[in-house]
């Protein structure tokens, strides 16, 4: 049986989570990332005009226009079109508005990748979808005998367990160099740069670059390492 394809369109204000989740995304064969917007008028023009995606991610907070008025006038205009919105925090009133201007579910910013994924092809399924909350995570890790998950006020502290090392590593990747030029610029081997990373995603509990920006972005601490 062919595989059935999921066209998605990205709406987030953040050039680099966006460009993060479009990386992400891209890796699965049943996932094209068939447009992008900064904003929620933008994202209605584009959608509009002719790329049709079946799945929106809609961030809640977009300048211009929100993600909740976008939400609800693609619902009036494409009631087919389904839409996921992208909160960073579990806000109970924001997340009812967005839900009730007509998106199908919700994600918290940080969600793993391969929940996000989980997330789109479960509302393509036409199956309603929200994230996991940060207490509802905490009380499933307890059920299964597993360390509870951080909230999101203990992630957002995470930089400062950071070594002075680790912070100018992470600095650098912010700005998306790549390890030889993270080395050349530190004046260290590739292979220590390396170790560096495999501690920073260890303490982030991430598993790529790509999710330790998104995390840094998400989580409101990527100024930390501004330049």
Known sequence: MPQRITRIFLAEDHLLVRQGMRSLL??????????????????IEKVQNGLRPHVI????NMP????????RRIRSLMPDVMIIGLTAADD??????????????YVLKSTAADELVR???????????SSPTPHSQ???????????????SQRADIHQWLTRREV??????????????????????ERTVQTHLTNIFSKMDVKSRTEAVLMAIRDGWAGHYSV
């Not at 211009?64 to 939400?71: D, F, H, Q, V």
């Not at 905490?138 to 909230?151: D, H, L, N, P």
């Open 26 to 43: 891209e890796m699965e064969d049943d996932i094209i990332v068939v447009g992008e917007a900064g904003n929620g008028a933008d994202a």
């Open 57 to 60: 991610l809609m961030d809640v």
């Open 64 to 71: 211009i226009m929100t993600g909740i008025e976008a939400t």
């Open 92 to 105: 109970g009133p924001t997340i009812s508005e967005m839900l009730h201007a007509g998106a199908n579910g």
């Open 119 to 129: 997330t789109i092809r479960s509302t393509r399924a036409n199956r309603s979808w």
């Open 138 to 152: 905490a009380r499933e890790a307890k059920r299964k005998g597993m360390y509870a998950i951080q909230s999101m």
């Open 168 to 189: 100018q590593v992470m600095k650098n990747l912010l700005q998306g160099w790549s390890n030889k030029e993270i080395a050349e610029h530190l004046v260290i081997s």
